[in-house]
């Protein structure tokens, strides 16, 4: 199974650190941030290919990360054709560009690189094919403010998604979506359709909203840590918890 690291934003939120630099390498407790997702997937044993996805930019420190990388997997860099914040083609948009380029024909599991979890990527795969379905990793937050910030899901007995919003105003729950999917070779060949129609190609809660409605998407609903690293807080928060379990292990 092929694996894609969605890295193609300017984080702009976050400058100036991000200004001039990816916001996937920033440290974290001594670490890039993309550390921590790469060992989880290097852990997956059902992944043999990597791409991380990323702007014309930044590749050249993405570049010097990978060649850093001692690893038993395939990993490929995926330059989108953009430089800046108003040529980018948006995680969707990125996505598609990649699956056209490299002819992807066949299930394919996304994530986000500002991402940062501790369940196990092998767990999640695992109920993917136990489903036979889409299925994106969904986190109760605990707060309706909160969910306002994400996309807001609700799921049925089995777990199959019956209702999705992104950042709706009036959350009717707290179980969030994180960037974390799974995709059916169907799937994928409906993210290029998603496209094709002129949907919005920035946002990947917009084309689960869209999706769950035509096929069958579940939730692999998980507990435990969780960081969404989208702001100078978030960041500063992952770095402290890091921090301190790097701490107790010394």
């Known amino acids: 199974m092929r694996a894609v690291v969605l890295a193609g934003g300017y984080a702009k939120r976050m400058w100036p650190l991000t200004k001039n630099r990816p916001k ?4 974290i407790a001594g670490r890039p941030m993309l550390d921590y997702l790469m060992g989880s997937l290097e852990e997956a044993s059902e992944i043999d290919e990597i791409y991380i ?6 590749q050249d420190e993405f570049r010097r ?31 598609g560009y990649l699956i056209r380029s490299e002819g992807i024909d066949d ?7 500002d991402n940062i979890f501790s369940f196990k990527i092998s767990d999640f795969i695992g109920y993917f094919r136990e489903k036979g379905a889409n299925t994106i990793a969904l986190y109760d937050v605990g707060d309706r403010e909160k969910a306002r910030l994400y996309g807001v899901v609700q799921v049925d007995d089995e777990g199959r998604i019956i ?3 992104e ?28 496209l094709d129609e002129g949907n919005d190609p920035d ?8 999706l769950y409605k035509r096929e069958a998407v579940y939730g692999y609903v998980f507990t435990g840590v969780w960081f969404d690293i989208g702001s ?11 921090s301190s379990l790097k701490g107790r292990r010394t």
């Open 163 to 165: 209702d999705f919003q």
């Open 65 to 95: 990360y990978i060649d850093g990388l001692c690893t038993e997997k395939s990993i490929s860099l995926f330059i989108e054709d953009s430089r800046c914040e108003e040529e980018k083609l948006g995680s969707v948009g990125a996505l």
């Open 53 to 58: 996805s990323t702007n014309m930019r930044f």
């Open 232 to 242: 100078l807080e978030s960041y500063r928060a992952a770095d402290r918890y890091f």
């Open 167 to 194: 950042k709706p105003l009036n959350p009717r729950s707290t179980l969030i979506s994180t960037a974390c999917y799974a995709f059916t070779r169907s799937g994928v060949s409906s993210i290029l359709k998603y």
């Open 24 to 27: 996937h390498l920033l440290p």
């Open 107 to 113: 299930d394919l599991l996304v994530i986000g690189g």
């Open 203 to 210: 946002k990947m809660g917009c084309f689960i909203e869209w």
